[in-house]
């Protein structure tokens, strides 16, 4: 194998950026920030984001990049309009020359927006391994809850023991703290999809 070509793939897999997930509308403001390899396929930025947020992946979802959409193919769209296959794009191919603003849609019921802002593309410490967990406000939502609104309506009728709702939502959020952010699992779910990127390393070092 070209010995050039070994170190440039190298180098591709040790540059990594720093993001900023935010869900937006939400008040007070629910984010992480992750630092994650720019060699990644969009594909496993949903999974990321997924895993941050406390997400369970069980519904469709899309990234905007510009005017250009991005999920999965084709034959899993169920009828909404064409776009780029996310297993097929690397984070590193949208970038842009300071910083990339893409726009997430998970759940087109619900609709949860999400802006991850990245910045910051560098290399990484070839001690550490990527993606990880830096920091983060706020749980993420319950699934389907209804969006913000129902969101913020569960909230408020569980705090509120005169509410008519009140019995539903105590039962709907069962033991959910807003303010908690479950990070175990986050750096558990992260570590895993570092260990594969690891290994994919490995062999391209070989």
Same mark, same amino acid.
């Given at each position: 194998m070209n010995p050039t070509k070994v170190a440039s793939a190298s180098e591709s897999l040790n540059e990594i950026a720093t993001l900023r997930i935010q869900l937006t509308d939400t008040d007070p403001l629910i984010w992480r920030q992750v630092e994650v390899p720019? $060699? %990644? #396929?969009?594909k496993v930025l949903h999974d990321i984001i997924? %895993? #941050?947020?406390?997400?369970?992946?069980y519904h469709l979802w899309e990234f905007t990049i510009g005017e250009q959409r991005y999920g999965? =193919?084709?034959?899993?769209?169920?009828? #909404?309009? =064409?776009r780029k296959?996310? #297993?097929k794009v690397r984070l590193r191919d949208v970038l842009k020359t300071k910083s990339t603003v893409i726009d997430y849609v998970y759940d087109f019921g619900d609709y949860w927006e999400h802006r991850i802002m990245v910045t910051n593309v560098r290399a990484g410490d070839p001690e %550490? $391994?990527?993606p990880r967990y830096i920091a983060g406000e706020g749980a993420g939502p319950p699934e389907d809850c209804g969006g913000i609104p129902g969101f913020y309506d569960l909230l408020k009728a569980r705090n509120e023991p005169e509410n008519p709702d009140h019995a539903e939502a105590v039962q709907y959020l069962d033991d959910y703290d807003p303010d908690v952010i479950e990070e175990l699992p986050i750096?558990?779910?992260?570590? !895993? %999809?570092?260990? !594969?990127r690891n290994a994919a390393k490995a062999r391209i070092n070989k």
């Open positions: 720019t $060699s %990644i #396929t969009l997924q %895993i #941050t947020i406390g997400w369970f992946d999965l =193919p084709m034959d899993q769209d169920w009828g #909404t309009e =064409p296959q996310a #297993t %550490i $391994s990527y750096k558990y779910a992260l570590g !895993r %999809i570092a260990a !594969r």
